[in-house]
């Protein structure tokens, strides 16, 4: 599983990174970056809880894309996306972007690249539900 949109809580992480690493000999780390909700939100206040939707079938179609163009088969052997949807509490995953690489460098520029991407080109929306009231994230 490249890339998913729904229940984050039902990846397996360790699989996750089996998966990575298995993807070539040379891989000289694995990079992964896991998005959390946090209490502060960024209009002020405290955040109750993150809601997220999408355009599925166009979303998924720009996830594999993102995934496909960070694997150059000679730096960064494997990618993965993975992004919840509906309501997420604080505390809990929204995200999870991981990479293979040959270097660690590589896969940093990787994982920031793909995640730049994410949040530019995919349709996924964010409303950040506070005590203040509640704010679509642009």
């Known amino acids: ?6 229940k ?41 809880h993150l809601y997220y939707e999408a355009y599925e079938e166009l979303a ?11 694997i150059d088969g000679e730096r960064v052997f494997a990618a993965c996306i993975h ?3 509906g309501r997420i509490d604080v ?7 991981g990479v293979a690489a040959k270097h660690r460098s590589d896969g940093f520029n990787a994982i ?3 995640i730049d991407k994410i949040k530019s ?3 996924i929306w964010k409303k950040e539900v506070t ?6 994230i642009h």
């Open 121 to 123: 080109e995919v349709p």
């Open 8 to 48: 984050i809580d039902e990846v397996d992480l360790y699989k996750l990174i089996e998966d990575l690493k298995s993807s070539s000999n040379n891989v000289g780390c694995i990079i992964l970056f896991i998005g959390v909700v946090r209490r502060e939100a960024a209009s002020g206040g405290s955040v109750s």
């Open 131 to 136: 005590n203040k009231g509640e704010y679509w």
């Open 112 to 114: 920031q690249d793909m």
């Open 60 to 70: 998924i179609k720009k996830l594999k894309e993102i995934v496909d163009d960070a």
């Open 91 to 97: 505390g809990k995953e929204t995200m999870y972007v």
């Open 83 to 85: 992004h919840a949807l």
């Open 1 to 6: 599983m490249k890339v998913s949109l729904g």
